[in-house]
């Protein structure tokens, strides 16, 4: 039997970096992205959906 699995992740901005981390393993590693960077994949993630 498969088990669905949430994948939630937490996403923050501190100045000019954006800090992306698995919210069910806070002590785990984070994946650090420039703002602008995260800007042009957000809006990228956008368009898809349109």
């Given at each position: 039997m498969l088990r669905k699995q949430r994948i939630?992740?937490?996403v923050?901005?501190?100045d000019v970096v954006?800090?992306?981390r698995d919210s069910k393993d806070p002590?785990?590693?984070v994946?650090?992205?420039s703002a602008s960077w995260?800007?042009?994949?957000?809006?990228g993630l956008m368009r898809?959906?349109?």
């Open positions: 939630a992740a937490e923050a901005q501190r954006v800090g992306v002590g785990g590693g994946l650090v992205f995260w800007a042009d994949f957000v809006g898809l959906r349109a």
